[in-house]
């Protein structure tokens, strides 16, 4: 259980939420927060799910923090690079432009007058959000929408699977993350502070096949992912307060 879900002192996520509970919290705040991701490679320590369910439980957050409903994650992605590893799938851009527009048209129906469309798999963000907001926006949508990627907030930084979203996860969900697997072969060199691209077949049988960043080998941890979680939240908090 994520560290936001888990401390659930009022039900935030759409999914788990009755009718009058969807009444009331939209009464409350009317915004509606939807976490984007995939199912793809994410190292050998982390979950396959990671995008989403780390964009997820860091919307669960924000509804804590500031009212609002979480939708359910979407697991489909586009692009990145990484349809050729094992355990990842990547959907047609087109497609998903077309269903987040009509998300948002079924939103604005519901009363919603706030959106915010994170996605924890970065292509998301440029390659069907966007398209998705303007598409609905140019045919007549009333609502005020967000669309956004965790590192455009300041302060917060993104990876692949590396230093970044290792520590989002030992912050946000650490019983899904296992660094053990990642222990150095005898000839490698861990901890570096260096950005580095593991994704080539060439390392293919190396502890860190995938990733893309700083070694996440003694440099991830919880309070890393927890500071850049609140700067992230301060964000999404102000950007919701400027529209009242």
Known sequence: MGVYSSKLTREVRMERMRPADLDRAKAQ???????????????RQNPVGLDAIKAHEQLVGLAVRAGGVVHPPVFFGVDGGHEDYPYSYMYDIATMQAITAQMLKFFE?????????????????FKFQNQARDAYLAGG???????????????VSGDHAALCETSFMLHLHVETVDMSVL???PDDVTGLKVKRNWMGDEFRDHPCYGIVGEDPRGNASAELG??????LLDYLVKWLDEGK
């Not at 705040?29 to 793809?40: N, Q, W």
């Not at 949508?141 to 302060?155: C, D, Q, T, V, Y």
């Open 29 to 43: 705040r009317p915004a509606i927060y939807v976490p984007f991701g995939s199912l793809e490679w994410h190292g």
């Open 226 to 231: 927890r500071q850049a979680t609140e700067n």
């Open 183 to 185: 222990e150095g072969r």
């Open 141 to 155: 949508g009333k609502m005020r929408i967000l669309s956004i990627i965790e590192h455009h907030a300041p302060n």
């Open 109 to 125: 129906r519901d009363g919603y007058k706030t959106a915010i469309l994170l996605s924890g798999h970065y292509p998301n963000q």
